[in-house]
């Protein structure tokens, strides 16, 4: 994947996600704010590392189990992901 | 070797003179007292360097024979198996898994000077929902640590040198805001922590099972194991070695109970006949010996995967948790109705049973609840069931063959999630396209299978709320269902790798097809009539080896 590649990911992602919490919390998409802990929406630990799984089926990619906890909110997560993806596409670049 | 020479120590139970004999077991047990002259005997064989890797100057290097070490404890007495070194290890692994390399040496050294670590999870509020902890471990206006609560029902709360405490550290929610913290009671101002009186049990009488309050207690700058606020991912990975090795040991508790009954049947005539020609009693004695095969089979695989198969035993472990748990409970049960008034006798020569009886449930499900380890596999189902269950690679066989040489341990492998993938499945799918596999065999192999195929369509399915503590009642028996696949391609799987060599009793297909016809039968299958050749040869077995004085363990000892 190449970092040019991924502005336009970005607004698809925070989409998914906000469907993905949406769909654990039982709330509408609309209700999810990306800057909110997901904790506030009474995601624990164990739906942490099920979004996390999902994550890695949906973007094709293997991640920490433990990234949600890490960065506990929709927005973190997707700054998070872009890192960690434009980093590899550097590193193959430089490669 | 260390598992030999500690049943030479022990000698034979039933001498009644025997310092560690039966009879001395149950006196201690009686008083409530630490068994002491079982404690010397495991001192002379420095038991506890079985917890310290080897690269700390320790013997632990690999999880199945730490298991054969510990059998023959817990065979002889499970409060000295827990009391003693146990709950030492529970404490330790997080330092292993976590721990700096100074921690580390401490720890190290402590155990091998024969010192013990308290395990400091539990409050009474709390059980098993240790992140709803509070312990706190927070820092006052000069920035030291300070504690403050209190830990209950801890084993050696009140002798041990060290202690592994699992405080919050953050008042922020999630799952950052644990630690665990290596505290030396020497350390701790007095005035500071007070001990709790001795908490008094049913079973496991003779572990000093205590607490501690403390109050503003400050604590050394260097007490906090591995990154602060990781706690929580620390005791998922160190869970992983103990729930694997925990119920793998308590399987000397059933050994110990078919030995008594064994005992029992040999001597006793009822209606003019001995109790040992009965078919219903040798259906009891053939049941609960393939169901100690089952856990024996089940629990060596699980060891063999922490080293084989890393990321995939945060499944294993739990899973094996609960299957082997349950089980040895029920076979205890079932061989408590052979003997009669005999089984809650509290003295005589059967008086043992009874407190093996006692001991058994804090065992094997004291540390983590069965219902905690189904709430560990059941969230990892729905992803099995996209993923892996499938079709994937089967794992390297060596998972399979008990005894065969593997790679180290590595605590840093150890993952909180599966991540989709469970190479077990792949090797029952592969076992049902093995050639020259008996027909009653294969039949059963067969409702394991489909088992798994159920499960996959089922698992799918699952609504978000089922995955938590939220789920329906109904919804945890599909990880009590995927447990008994395990067992039986773990079964399965060792008969397969073993059936080459023909000398050995696990080459014979006979205890693999009386294992999958029990595990199809807890999975709700009618596995057909009992084949009574089975019951007649197994439970001749079981008479075999109790009047030979060895083991009733698949791997001999």
New interface residues.
Partial sequence: MHGSELAPMEPSLRSWLRERVA??A?REPADIDPSV?L??YGL???????L??DL??HLGV?LE??VV??H?TIEALIAHVEEMLGGSSRRMDAG | MIATELERRFGDPWDSGNPTGHAAVLAADERGETFAAGEQVLDAVGLNAEFVPVDLGGRLARLDHLIQVMRPVFRRDPALGLGYGVSSLIAAVNVWAAGDASQRRRVADLLLAGGRVAAGYHELAHGNDF?GNDLSALPGPDGVLRLNGRKEVIANAGRAEAMVLFARTSSE????SHSQLLAERADLPAGAFRDLPRFPTSGMRGVQLGGLEFRDCPVPADTVLGVPGHG??TALRSFQITRTVLPAMATGILEAGLDVTARFVDARMLYGRSLADMPHIRSILADAFVDLLICECLATVTARSVHLLPDETSLYASASKYFIATLLTDAVYELSRVLGAQFYLRDGEYGIFQKHLRDLPPASFGHSARATCL?TVL?QL??LA??AWRGGDAPPSEVYRPGGPLPPLSFDRL???S??RDSHSAALTAALDAPDVPADLRRHLLVAANELGTLGLECAALA??D??VDARPEVLELPARYAAVLAATACVNVWLHSRDRSEDFLADPQWVTAALRRIAGRLGRDPGPRPRHHDEALAADVLARHRRGGGFGLFGL
């Fill in positions: 769909h654990y039982r802990s904790t506030n624990d630990s164990v739906y942490a590392l099920s996390c799984g890695e089926d293997v189990p433990t906890w890490d506990p | 992140a929610p999630g799952s950052r929580v991912e709430g969230p729905p992803r996209r993923k993952t909180l999630s991540g989709g978000p709320r995955l938590t």
